[in-house]
Nanobody
Framework: QVQLVESGGGLVQPGGSLRLSCAAS????????MSWYRQAPGKERELVAT????????NYADSVKGRFTIFRDNAKNTVYLQMNSLKPEDTAVYYC?????????WGQGTQVTVSS
């Protein structure tokens, strides 16, 4: 079965950095587009970044462009989100997602809190 396990969240001060990881299994990772989403309290889940199966194409939400980088290691079946220059408004639960076999699969999420 498809499994996505996120890690790397935590508490960080404004201006700091975190790297999130999403370990995937149960599907052909190297052929799959992967995405990171986030959901802040009281808000809808929003798309943060997407990466193509080869890593050659990436897209970002305007709110994170220039600060976040999505990348992947197909040998490790893992997708990452490098987050720099973090702001309090980046506080949210971050999820990775894959669309596989006509179904969206989500991880359990990892909490990122940006606060002094």
């Amino acid at each position: 079965q498809v499994q996505l396990v996120e890690s790397g969240g935590g508490l960080v001060q404004p201006g700091g950095s975190l790297r999130l990881s999403c370990a995937a299994s149960g599907f052909t990772f190297s052929r799959s587009v992967m995405s990171w989403y986030r959901q802040a309290p009281g808000k809808e889940r929003e798309l943060v970044a997407t990466i193509s199966s080869t890593g050659g194409s990436k897209n970002y939400a305007d709110s994170v462009k220039g600060r976040f980088t999505i990348f992947r290691d197909n040998a490790k079946n893992t997708v990452y989100l490098q987050m720099n220059s973090l702001k309090p408004e980046d506080t949210a639960v971050y999820y990775c997602k894959v669309y596989w076999s006509a179904t969206n699969y989500w991880g359990q999420g990892t909490q990122v809190t940006v606060s002094s």
